[in-house]
């Protein structure tokens, strides 16, 4: 079972040292640190392992080093920087590890640029050595990057005639996309094994500078003060917030957190989650329940990571990568909210009045985003029930939201109820850029409109289903069977087809470098990474580095 | 081998009627007429022999009947619509086939579409049964669809509860982008076999309105004529324009047009395609020159599908789906362009001054777009090859454009050169909505404002490669070694990752809906396709109609 808990001090592949307002990430994966046996990762190659140590010091950096206004990435290896993902793992993986660990590597590459845009922390690449494939998409992930310019060391991105695959981690659309490299060079580019290096890689604009290795430390060392000084990292106090060791017990059947539980059915392929909303009776009993919501800004910085949004935030992020890793047939998620809405209103309410001015609420609304993102993106179906004594409010509301349908009860005393708050209307964005709300009612402005006037209101069901919500309104008589027959019915279809219907319905609307990554990039990828002439005996991916050449079908399709 | 080429008087499945500005195509599918023995096309359902059909007459209709305004798509069984595709023939047929039924159906569907948005001809999809699945799909490439209200006849998308696999041909992505389901609604409907009929089919948008079957034949009376009234059909003449047979020699090894030709190398896997400007020697020496270029658009009228841009068009759109289809191992096709710059250019001046009011003008600009867009979702590596005596100007210089990646000889006498016309500033866009060249210089506004500035000009390998217009620009020593390493490596490839780095590259920046269709959900519908879920012997596809339950691996991916 993958754990994505960790913490510096259990950090094998990377350092992280601070030095002022510049962080400095160094990438020095141990060879022997695989996180299952069978591969060395050498020349600084990774798997997930070394990922997730990656993720968590970027979290890290967001939460616990206000001054951080610049990151460095640069490798502890001498003449490379990253040779990419591990190709014996990824040889030896089945196909939905292969997926899912390029799911998790692009969501932590768009966590660097949401750091570099949204919270004053711009990352920089310092290639002091070469960057191939997953290595040069990490370096496409940071807002500037500096090549060593020592006729050795290129970027590149070998995947296409190596291993016949394709860059999984958004390598192809951030080289056409973000950094408008002009596609006929793009395609050259793909196709040459041994990459581009010098002042070409400038003028194809793949990387941003090349740097001799006598001005290297001193013009790394300018970048990062400089990108530092024209931060716009929010003030808000000197001290960061620890991210203390979630409490998560986990067994066959059940994972509970503080604010967060999910019982798994196995046999039915189901797993209900709960949601605790502030106050409410916690998942643990035995943990205290939260305090009440704090009145003002500072005090969410002396209750760090137990402030509730905080806390439930961090406890969804690792129960969605959980269950997505470990539990992959279960593929139905029912979502309940427990607890009092108006608290959970309130949380958002004193995050967003503090969240343009201070560095931490900031921060909390920006993860918040991002997790429900990794939501959105999961490939599970997902069902919202709405029940009395639920607080599918405001954040909580997103939840229904993002789900692909929701029931609620039509008619119960007392009610169910939903309510939309200052969440629902513009600081969570979806990957396509539009709120979930603008999304679902795509092409309906008046319809938004609707929604947004009842702001505040406790909606019950008659009323949400009118404002189009939620999807269906069952009664008591109705509810068990209804909900039954959903959750039944999702688990007798096809997982394939339901992974690609949700991934079509989930991102209507307009497109952006992140739905396109996980929209059209991942299925082209998912498609390559199961053919036989990547993954088959015969295949590139099998025949690397033993010698023998991969043998095609060639047949295009 | 599949022959594209068909006319009415050949049609199995289709009927063909005209009344004054309203056509009615009636869709009547002979069962015994599939393409390939060992199906039955019951119940309207559809191969690609059916599609090519409807094809043939979505073009007809443009080119011979100027004074049609709209068009009622209908069908002649009593109770059904159209099925879909054909589920016998979709689980026998292999893969590249799937998919490459897939793309042309799309792509006639997006025709539809065009004819209605720019051709004045409007499309009205008349229900008098039930339309599932890709009968459905039918429907939505429409401009208005009209479903009976018989307490019977329901639109559905059964594909993937009954199948396992995806709405194949854009109904995923025209139900929330086009129609604006809701995506909840859209996420139910597309797990319901039987799907939605009547007053909710309206309510939830999923066709326009839903007439009982006493005001059928009235209402679809009223509506054609409505559309027909205010279309902005362009004048120009009440006489259409034949579509006489194509003269085409098809042999093993080569395929000959008048004014294109391939060459088919199945060891190397290359196609060496020419095409011949106005004026040029034809590829067909029996044949006469063609024509000089006409003066006025009344000798366009008059020529008729002998005017060389006409002409060349349906050479290269058959040319395309022949090898496509027919050439699965020919995975690169090497593009030359022979003959005088300024004919080409003559006859693009000839329909640009005439598009916007003259019906032929504008059907031929029109079906250059279509067919050019079909080369860009063509899954097959592109070169283009400049030497001394082409003719890549204008219309033709979006082939070159079109293409992964070009060779211009670099000082020669007689130089090669190209010259940038109004063709490819604004007429020709792509699926993605912008210009080839828009797309290629992408974020780069000064470097298209440069090349603008030279249209006209004849330029030199130096200059076109300074502009970015080309990729290469090797000298005569070079030439040979580059240009055959060039076609040897992409032949040494995984035919599957340059399947999807091309799918990646070429529709760089915005997103339509073609595009997703093309992009996104047919990469998701590839690899469900692909998969034992669907295609293997448990599979839901191999399944369906058996008895038998599909044998899903459950492992969500």
């Known amino acids: 079972m993958v754990d994505f808990r960790t913490s510096p001090a259990r950090y094998r592949h990377w350092r992280l040292a601070v030095d002022g ?6 990438m020095d994966v141990d060879e022997q640190g695989g996180l299952v046996p069978g591969y060395e990762l050498k020349l600084n190659s990774y798997d997930l392992g070394v990922d997730i140590e990656l993720y968590d010091a970027v979290q890290r950096l967001r939460f616990g080093y206000p001054r951080v206004k610049a990151v460095v990435i640069t490798s502890g290896k001498d003449k490379v920087f990253c040779a990419g993902a591990n190709i014996r793992m990824l040889a030896a993986a089945d196909h939905s590890s292969k997926v899912n660990f390029c799911k998790f590597t692009n969501e932590t590459r768009n966590g660097i640029e949401d750091a570099s845009q949204n919270s004053g922390q711009t990352y920089i690449a310092a290639l002091n050595g070469t960057a191939s494939g997953g290595g040069y998409e990490l370096a496409l992930a940071c807002d500037h990057i500096m090549l060593v310019d020592d006729r050795s060391s290129a970027v590149s991105l070998p995947e296409l005639p190596l291993l016949g695959v394709l860059p999984g981690t958004g390598g192809l659309t951030r080289v056409t996309d973000k950094r408008r490299v002009r596609r006929d060079l793009a395609d050259y580019f793909a196709t040459k094994a041994e990459g581009v290096a010098g002042k070409k890689a ?9 740097v001799p290795r006598a001005q290297w430390q001193e013009q790394v060392s300018e970048r990062s003060r400089a990108a530092a000084q024209s931060s716009p990292r929010l003030a808000g106090g000197e001290t960061g917030i620890e991210l203390t060791p979630l409490e998560k017990t986990r067994t066959d059947t059940a994972v509970t957190y503080t604010h967060v539980s999910a019982s798994l059915d196995h046999d039915r392929g189901v797993a209900e989650i709960t949601v605790y909303g502030s106050g409410a009776d916690p998942a643990t009993p035995a943990t205290p329940p939260t305090p009440t919501t704090p009145a003002t800004i500072n005090d969410v910085h002396t209750l760090g990571d137990k402030f509730w949004t905080l806390a439930v935030t961090r406890e969804l992020d690792d129960l969605i990568l959980d269950l997505r890793t470990n539990e992959p047939e279960i593929g139905t998620w029912v979502l309940r909210a427990r607890g009092d809405a108006a608290n959970v209103l309130a949380c958002d309410d004193l995050l967003l009045a503090n969240d343009a001015t201070d560095w931490l609420a900031n921060e909390i609304v920006l993860y918040l985003k991002r997790t429900l993102k990794r939501l959105d993106v999961t490939s599970r179906s997902l069902i919202a029930l709405i029940e009395p004594g639920s607080c599918f409010a405001g954040s909580l509301l997103e939840l229904a939201l993002a789900c692909d349908r929701s029931y609620m009860l039509l008619g119960s005393d007392p009610a169910a109820t939903i309510s939309v708050g200052a969440m629902n209307l513009g600081p969570l964005p979806m990957g396509n850029g539009l709120t979930r709300a603008q999304t679902r009612f795509l092409g309906d402005p008046e319809a938004l409109a609707q929604v947004e006037k009842r702001a505040g209101e406790q909606l019950e069901a008659d009323d949400a289903q009118r404002l189009g919500l939620i999807t269906f309104a069952p009664d008591d008589i109705d509810w068990d069977d209804e909900v039954r027959i959903a959750v039944e019915e999702r688990a007798s279809f096809s997982p394939d087809a339901l992974t690609g219907l949700e991934a079509n319905y989930r991102f209507a609307g307009p497109e952006t470098m ?17 053919r036989p002439n990547a993954s088959g005996p015969d295949g590139a991916l099998r025949a690397y580095g033993t010698g023998k050449r991969a043998r095609f079908d060639r047949k295009r399709v």
């Not at 307002?21 to 160094?26: E, G, I």
């Not at 400038?202 to 090349?210: F, G, P, R, S």
């Open 21 to 26: 307002p510049v962080a400095t990430l160094t």
């Open 202 to 210: 400038v003028q194809w604009k793949l990387v941003d500078e090349a």
């Open 514 to 530: 992140e739905t396109k990554i996980f929209g059209r990039l991942t299925a082209w990828q998912n498609w390559i990474f199961y």
